[in-house]
């Protein structure tokens, strides 16, 4: 079960694995548990789990620019053009 704490920082009901960090807050705020539909959010996050085998979230997180610009922002047709 999740832990859910308030944030000291803004007295927001959080969980409380986000509160190490920022990126993690902002994380956590704007996208955690939020449904999603649209097939390029939705890529974008199979590959980045994908790649986050072995390396933390917060890695992942941190590196995402990166990720979007290497990826085509995640366009799965440039992307399957590939070869």
Do not use: N
Request: overall charge negative; aromatic content about 14%.
């Amino acid at each position: 079960m999740v832990k859910v704490t308030y944030d000291p920082q803004d007295g927001k009901k959080r969980c409380e694995w986000c509160l190490k960090d920022e990126l993690y807050v902002k994380y956590h705020d704007e996208e955690w548990g939020v449904p999603v539909h649209e097939d390029a959010i939705l890529f974008e996050t199979l590959v980045l789990e994908t790649f986050q085998a072995g390396l933390s979230w917060h890695t992942i997180l941190k590196k995402r620019e990166g990720f979007r610009l290497a990826f085509d922002s995640f366009d799965a047709e440039r992307i399957a053009g590939y070869g």
